[in-house]
């Protein structure tokens, strides 16, 4: 009954949420600077021509009504049309979201696999000169912005080295095969190993600009909830009873040091979305954030709104369901009241 009551609760949550968000993207589609009308039929058309467009587009009745009809069109799954293509701009988003998640999805696995073991080797080595200098380091990536950190990968490795190919998802003259638009995956499902090898070389620069923040954000939280649970008692009996430190320190500690890593490892995806939108600019990436990005500098009014409306949504449920998966993780909070 009381997961029931906690899944009914966050599920109302989520939609009040979702609601503010129409608000809010709606209000700043109003107040940002520019006529949509007057964009949309360019800076030739008359007066006359800007009116009857602002008439069609319903932007000359009353903000409720306006307010009312964007929300109908949501529910119909009509994010509008963009200014600059005239495409749908939910299609458009749809066409670039697999290039971001393959982008975001790579960078988080390297984060967590890269982060864990740095938190782990920083907490059983405290007090000592490599905590100090992994501390340094998670301090530096943490406070270097992704953009310099692109660029500068950028610089060194294909500008300076010529170790790394130019920007894109793919080599020209190269076709990807359209399954699910994750380059690596479809190409490995289909044996394209050039391909793949191609796919792959193109990702490491941009993942690893987007993950080093990360890294560091997630090495500091780990060593912070494993320092906390290395001196709780059961760690204190588990060494008393000879247990090796290695064990102790993979199995007893990380396992507890990782609930609190959940929720914050979910969040950061926010965190990964608006930094892509730097990072996918500086390598020409075609996802979402250099959509965003594109949309922002032509004031392409319908697709700002509708990535951030698309981008909200998405994240308020992920929420949802890292506070499901959190529940399920941690005992205590599934253990019945009294």
């Known amino acids: 009954m009381a997961a029931a009551s906690f899944l009914v609760r966050r599920v109302l949550a989520t939609f009040v949420v979702l609601i503010a968000v129409t608000i809010l993207t709606f209000v700043i589609s109003h107040v940002i600077p520019g006529d949509p009308a007057q964009l949309i039929a360019g800076p030739r058309a008359g007066a ?6 602002r008439h069609a587009l319903g932007l000359d009745r009353p903000l409720h009504e306006q307010y009312a009809t964007y929300v ?4 119909h799954g009509d994010l509008g049309a963009s200014i600059v293509t005239g495409q749908p701009v939910l299609r458009e988003i749809l066409d670039r979201l697999p290039a971001t998640i393959e982008l975001m999805g790579l960078a988080l696995l390297l984060s967590v696999a890269v982060a864990v073991p740095l938190g782990v080797i920083a907490a059983a080595a405290r007090p000592s000169p490599l905590d100090t200098v992994l501390r340094g380091l998670s301090t530096v990536a943490i406070s270097t912005p992704r953009f310099w950190v692109a660029m ?15 920007s894109g998802r793919l080599s020209p003259g190269l076709t990807p095969h359209e399954l699910t638009g994750l380059l690596t995956l479809d190409s490995l499902l289909r044996g ?11 990702l490491v620069l941009p993942v690893a600009a987007l993950a080093i923040g990360n890294i560091g954000t997630f090495a500091r939280i780990i060593r912070a909830a494993m320092i906390e649970v290395l001196a709780q008692d059961h ?12 064990r102790i320190l993979s199995v007893y500690a990380l396992r507890n040091a990782l609930l609190p890593f959940v929720t914050i490892a979910g969040l950061e995806l926010a965190g990964l979305l608006f930094g892509s939108v730097t990072v996918e600019s500086v390598f020409a990436w075609p ?35 890292i506070d499901l ?7 205590r909070l599934r253990a019945p009241a009294g």
């Not at 760690?235 to 290695?246: E, F, K, L």
């Not at 594109?294 to 992920?318: C, K």
Request: net charge negative; glycine share 8%.
């Open 48 to 53: 006359a021509e800007v009116a009857q467009l």
């Open 325 to 331: 998966s959190y529940r399920c993780i941690d005992p």
């Open 192 to 202: 394209d190993w050039r391909l793949l090898r191609d796919a792959t070389a193109h």
């Open 72 to 75: 109908v069109a949501l529910l």
């Open 287 to 321: 996802g979402i954030g250099s959509y965003l990005l594109d949309a922002i500098l032509d004031l392409n009014f319908p697709v700002i709104m509708g990535v951030t409306l698309f981008v909200s949504i998405g994240y308020a449920v992920i929420n949802l369901l």
């Open 235 to 246: 760690i204190r009996t588990a060494r008393a009873a000879g247990i090796s430190q290695a």
């Open 152 to 166: 500068l990968l950028l610089g060194l490795f294909y500008g300076a080295l010529q170790w790394a190919p130019p």
